[in-house]
């Protein structure tokens, strides 16, 4: 996948689309701390190959209910990205829930994914709920000494 993100900055889309069909031709070696290739592929083809293609990807992603947070957080800034909010929100919103009903779950990825949900949300004029309050709380707890350089 790093080839095919490497590629992707350096401008050539065409070995980064071969990258990035060759990570989701591949099992991830851990689907819960690296994103699922697939939100690359999905990312590659909506920005510059086939964007029909590129939402059947992440369909098919979505309706494979991902474990990582990796993998939500990753989807929810391309769609945020492509100025889709409510898409975006829906994937952060899911990936949020489900490290929170997750046990093994690091705590710092629960408040990562917390935090750019909030991000996202206060973005598009929403108010702030507990899950955005949690996400400055969390921070503050795991990462007292940045609380003055980085405001909730």
């Not at 059947?56 to 947070?69: A, N």
């Amino acid at each position: 996948m790093q080839v095919g993100e490497y590629a992707e900055m350096a401008g050539d889309i065409t070995r980064a689309e071969r990258a990035f069909r060759q990570a989701v031709a591949e099992p991830p070696d851990d689907e819960r701390s690296a994103p699922d290739p697939r939100c690359y592929l999905g990312g590659w083809c909506v920005k510059h190959g086939d964007p029909v293609e590129g939402r059947r990807v992440l369909d098919e992603l979505w309706r494979s209910r991902p474990r990582g947070v990796a993998t939500y957080v990753e989807v929810g800034e391309l769609l945020e990205e492509l100025g889709d909010g409510s898409g975006a929100i829906k994937w952060l919103t899911a990936g949020a829930l489900r490290s929170l009903r997750d046990d093994d779950q690091p705590l710092q990825d629960v408040q990562f994914i917390l935090a750019v949900r909030r991000r996202v949300r206060l973005t598009q004029g929403f108010d702030e709920v507990d899950y955005d309050v949690m996400a400055g709380e969390l921070g503050d707890r795991l990462y007292p000494d940045f609380a003055d350089d980085f405001p909730a």
